[in-house]
């Protein structure tokens, strides 16, 4: 019994317990250990601790940021519920071979003729006088109306010009569909177009979105008015000479003629063709709108809608239309006044106009050849009757109309009529300056559209003296049909 037990105690193993001297050699040493495994839990827990803080900052500021995400989001939201809204509608495609020509002539017409047609249907559904003759043009709204509608028949087939009624309502919304489309394609070229080479690198710096509604620049070469917040309809920048007043020598002059003369090759060419002789390996499209509609000369139309390009690439809209969102500038109306000078001076063979016409020509088309001089009337020359224009042109930029309509409410008034149910009441000018034709004169007086004259002298016409033109006006008196009577001791 005793022999069991003392066998059973060797063959038992030490117990696992710290102190024990039956524990063996394996265990030696582990009192020493035991301090510094705690330390180690010890520093582990604190890293796992400060693991554990780091990350709730870290969740912290992402929920910050989200926050400030959702903020912005909201703001974004706010600014597109207040922001103006555009007439939502589906994109018009044509649908059959007659529709797709439309399209092609509409789109045309928006660059070369009328970039902004109101009532699409009541122009299509226009349908042309026997009576009317191109000197009678600007006689009254529905005249110059008339004018607009056979320029767009110029480019229309004969077929087409004859279904032009018929199908009015159906090719409406295709006409207006391919005049958005173009005036977005012309005002996206003016804007992303080599600005330094059109308007030079001092006004080019400028031209950033956020720089332009900013800039003092900018705004004087637009003739801006601080005091009634108007903008002059002949501004500096359309000036060789900014600082000098508007003139037929200051408006007309190589410079003038070679900025629009870029913008009018971005419109016809694209803007590639602005650097091709800078840059060789710049490769010029073969579906730009001059080769595909054979454009071979420009027209009033062009050259006015360059001229208003121009002051939108400087001004703070960001949306072109008949009127400037955040400036006002009547765009239209404006347009529409350049158009009737150069059609005027065109059909009378006015030098200064031919010469603009001449030049551009020269410029863009090499094949063109200047012939007006072997066809102008001798009785048209007359330099007096030259500066009679033109100074009307630089009255444009007056004082006066500062002060008058534009400057208190500028609104639009379309020459191309809204037509409910009958003719349209005629709507007056915001600036209305209609060419008589009922004599030899080129005066541009003031007349409404019925054609009743106004009788004018250099007291009511005070802007002359700031114009910086010393002669003195001429008195404008109304005949019976809304002319005006011929000077005594007039050449013949």
């Known amino acids: 019994m005793a022999h069991s037990d003392a066998s059973l105690r060797s063959i038992t193993p030490p117990r696992n317990r710290v102190g024990d001297p039956r524990r063996g050699t394996a265990f030696d040493g582990l009192e020493e250990d035991l301090p510094e495994a705690e330390n180690s839990r010890s520093a582990l827990r604190k890293i796992i601790r400060n693991i554990q803080s780091e990350l709730a900052e870290k969740d912290q500021l992402i929920e910050e940021q989200r926050d400030i995400i959702q903020q912005l989001q909201s703001d974004v939201q706010g600014l597109k519920k207040t922001a103006t809204k555009r007439r939502k509608r589906a994109t018009a495609v044509p649908v059959n071979e007659s529709e797709q020509l439309l399209e092609t002539a509409a789109k045309k017409f928006t660059v070369m003729n009328h970039f902004y047609v109101a009532d699409t249907k009541a122009f299509l559904k226009t349908p042309l006088s026997e009576t009317w003759t191109e000197k009678s043009r600007f006689d009254s709204q529905e005249n110059e109306l008339e004018g607009s509608v ?151 139309g062009i050259i006015a809608f360059a001229a208003i390009l121009i002051r939108y690439a400087l001004s703070p809209d960001n949306e072109f239309g008949p009127t400037g969102q955040t400036s006002g500038i009547p765009y239209l109306a404006d347009f529409e006044y350049y158009k009737m000078c150069l059609i005027v001076g065109q059909r009378k063979k006015l030098k200064e106009v031919m010469d603009l016409f001449d030049n551009l020509n020269g410029a863009l088309f090499p094949n063109h050849k200047a012939s007006w001089r072997d066809q102008r009337d001798s009785r048209h020359s007359l330099v007096e009757e030259d500066d009679d224009l033109f100074r009307e042109i630089a009255e444009a930029a007056s004082e006066e109309e500062g002060e008058q309509n534009r400057s208190m409410e500028p609104t639009v008034q379309v020459s191309i009529p809204a037509v409910r149910g009958g003719s349209s009441p005629p709507t007056t000018r915001g600036h209305s300056v209609i060419p008589t034709d009922n004599n030899n004169d080129t005066d541009m007086g003031n007349l409404n559209r019925n054609g009743e004259g106004e009788t004018e002298t250099q007291e009511a016409r005070g802007s002359d003296t700031a114009q910086g033109d010393d002669r003195r006006m001429r008195r404008k008196v109304a005949g019976k049909n809304g002319g005006t009577k011929k000077r005594a001791g007039r050449k013949k």
């Open 150 to 300: 056979r320029e767009l028949d110029e480019l229309l087939l004969d077929d087409l010009k004859e279904r032009r009624i018929q199908y009015a309502d159906r090719w409406a919304a295709v006409f207006e569909q391919a005049q958005q489309d173009e005036r977005h394609s012309m005002t996206h070229r003016i804007r992303t177009s080599n600005t330094t080479t059109v308007f030079g690198s001092e006004i080019a710096t400028e031209l950033e979105a956020g720089h332009r509604p900013r800039s003092v620049l900018l705004q004087r070469m637009l003739g801006f008015n601080a005091e009634n917040g108007s903008y002059e309809r002949m501004p500096p920048i359309l000036r060789a000479n900014p600082d000098e007043p508007a003139s037929k020598t200051n408006m007309l002059s190589s410079q003038v003629v070679k900025k629009s003369e870029q913008v009018i090759q971005a419109m016809l060419m694209g803007p590639a063709s602005l650097v091709k002789d800078q840059d060789p390996d710049v490769s010029l499209s073969a579906k730009c709108n001059g080769k595909i509609w054979n454009v071979t000369s420009v027209t009033p």
